[in-house]
């Protein structure tokens, strides 16, 4: 029987519900990074890394990706959950923050997904939101005549706050996982 896994890193939550949704879809386990180290990825024919965006990287994916071998890159799909819209240049600078590193030339072909998050100003504290007033800054100062309209859209967000997550989000991402398991 060919298997899958789902192993997430989530602050707020909404990372962990699509985490569960997709475990939900394939009938498999959905696991927190932090209780996964006794799982051998080996035994997986499909294995899925999820991880909310912070800065344009997938939180923990670099703890994750040490674990990782070409055998294993083969199996993989990686999904980032953020608040910014899934554009080209995102996909381009989450990717290079995350797979690029450990595979610059895309020899694996691995499979990324971005799917829409979900930010409340109001639960966010401490360095995290040190972090969003900093990144706040640089978005208004860093905008051209062009870029305005995104950056006043971004401030938008992370003012008042967003909410994307969807289920039917997952539903191509699910598509691929279901194609490496049929193999
Ligand atoms: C400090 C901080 C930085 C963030 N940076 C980004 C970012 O660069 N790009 C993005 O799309 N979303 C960014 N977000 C939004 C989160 O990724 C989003 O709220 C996500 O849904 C959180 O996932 P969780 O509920 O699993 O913790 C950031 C949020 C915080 C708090």
Redesign the pocket.
């Known amino acids: 029987m060919s298997k899958s896994i789902v192993i997430?890193?989530?602050?707020?939550?909404?990372?962990?519900?699509?985490a569960e949704w997709i475990a939900e879809e394939l009938g498999c386990k959905a696991t927190a990074l932090s209780d996964a180290k006794e799982i051998n990825l080996y035994e997986y024919d499909c294995i899925i890394y999820g991880?909310?965006?912070?800065?344009?990287?997938i939180?923990d994916f670099d703890k994750f990706a040490k674990r990782l071998d070409n055998e294993l890159m083969e199996k993989l799909i990686v999904f980032?959950?953020?608040?910014?819209?899934e554009t080209a240049d995102?996909y381009a600078?989450?990717w290079g923050y995350s797979i690029g590193k450990i595979d610059p030339k895309n020899e694996k072909r691995v499979l990324l997904y971005?799917l829409?998050?979900?930010?409340?100003p109001d639960e966010?504290k401490g360095?995290?939101?040190?972090?969003?007033k900093i990144?706040r800054k640089v978005l208004l100062s860093g905008s051209t005549k062009e870029s305005k309209g995104r950056a006043d859209f971004m401030k938008d967000r992370i003012d008042n706050g967003?909410d994307?997550?969807r289920r039917e989000n997952i539903n191509s991402l699910v598509k691929d996982a279901k194609k490496l398991t049929n193999k």
């Open positions: 997430y890193t989530s602050k707020r939550g909404s990372t962990r519900q699509y991880g909310w965006i912070r800065g344009s990287g939180v980032g959950v953020g608040m910014a819209d995102n600078q989450v971005i829409g998050g979900r930010y409340r966010v360095f995290d939101g040190f972090l969003m990144m967003v994307m997550v």
